[in-house]
């Protein structure tokens, strides 16, 4: 029997879990859960059956828990929120919560249409243990005790990392870059670990995209593995075309928007007032951060003329984001919008106008 060495150990638990998280972000995640690629049929058989050998996941199942959470984010009916579960009670249970909300047969019916199956779709299915079944196995001929203590940490590895850590910590702490509805956060800026997961108040800004880095300094692993399947014909990313119009454009990045056009509003009031820039930037980029925008505009607005106009665009805008409203009338609260906006006559406001409607011209050239 084959006794290998500690470092050897090391790298390959370590590239079987990597191996694991990736096929999580890129294939469960990405590709099925959102639709934001699609595979080819070569490479989608391949994590078909990975999925099933390493993990023993239905992605089926998976995309109906998954997109049930972005439904119900945090809210009642949301399958493992920190807000109704705890942080640590989703750390430590988020597996024991996804199997629960997986066995839901009303969640796979209403959350998980729409995926591409191929015939051996229902082998899997019907055996759906057998896979880890094999693994274990395959582990224990290769290495005996050591080897089947290896597949304890592999079948457990993303139980914990996956359903506990991202569902469980990254609703409660991190940085928030956008000041979305729910309480995701991004656990750190460098999705190396868990390939691009950590990023999590991004991908909740934008679930769409195949790609959670939205600055320069944040990495995500799942996003370049995305490029290279891109890159070989493997893959195809779905959302290709830019909006046509502004408003389009805007709803379709409304946190990464609505991000900007509250860093001009900083810019602007400090220009209106003669201040430095960075003095203002130092009350409000917390609120970026943290979420707290309203909090940290309380305290510049008190006896402020400027900012109060520029509290209540900020509210109007978040209206035109959040509320629904039929087509003619948010395309016409859209136009005063941008019209009461120009008549500010702040420069920093003007130049987010313009980006903006620049964009989707450039979409259309």
């Known amino acids: 029997m084959f006794h290998p060495s500690l470092l050897f150990w090391v790298v390959l638990l370590l590239s079987v879990t990597q191996v694991q998280i990736l096929l999580v972000t890129v294939y469960f995640h990405r590709a099925m859960s959102h639709r934001a690629l699609e595979l080819a049929s070569p490479a989608r058989r391949v994590c078909r059956f990975l999925g099933w050998f390493l993990l023993g996941m239905n992605p089926v199942e998976f995309a109906a828990v998954h997109r049930k959470h972005h439904a119900r984010c945090d809210v009642a009916g949301d399958p493992h929120s920190p807000v109704q579960y705890g ?34 779709d229902a082998f899997y299915c ?65 999705g190396c670990w868990l390939g691009g997961e950590e990023l999590h108040n991004n991908h909740h800004a934008d679930p769409s995209s195949a790609f959670f880095a939205h600055a320069w300094y944040e990495i995500d692993f799942g996003g370049w593995l995305v490029h290279i399947l891109t890159f070989l014909g493997l893959a195809s990313l779905r959302r ?62 008190t006896g402020d003329v400027i900012m109060e106009q520029l509290r209540s665009m900020d509210v109007r805008l978040c209206e035109l984001l959040h509320v629904r409203h039929p087509a003619p009338v948010l395309a016409a609260a859209f136009d005063g919008f941008c019209a009461d906006l120009r008549a500010l006559n702040a420069p920093a406001l003007n130049r987010w106008l313009t980006r903006l409607h620049g964009s989707a011209i450039a979409a259309t050239a």
């Open 87 to 120: 942080a640590m009670g989703v750390l430590l249970k988020g597996i024991i919560l996804y199997r629960r909300e997986a066995s839901n047969p009303d969640t796979i019916a209403q959350y998980g249409q729409g995926l591409p199956c191929a015939f051996e």
């Open 126 to 190: 019907r055996h759906a243990n057998l896979g880890l079944a094999v693994q274990a196995i395959v582990w224990v001929s290769l290495f005996g005790l050591p080897g089947l203590l290896a597949f304890v940490l592999v079948a457990a590895w993303i139980p914990f990392w996956a359903a506990g850590v991202v569902n469980g910590l990254g609703h409660a702490i991190g940085y928030r870059r956008y000041h979305t509805p729910d309480r995701s956060t991004n656990l750190v800026p460098f």
């Open 240 to 301: 290709t075309s830019p909006p046509t119009r502004p408003l389009a454009a805007l709803l379709r990045d409304r946190y990464v928007w609505l991000r900007k056009f509250r860093t001009a509003s900083a810019f602007a009031h400090a220009t209106a007032n003669g201040r430095a820039p960075i003095a203002v930037l130092r009350i409000c980029i917390p609120g970026l951060v943290l979420g707290a925008w309203n909090h940290r505009l309380r305290q510049l607005v």
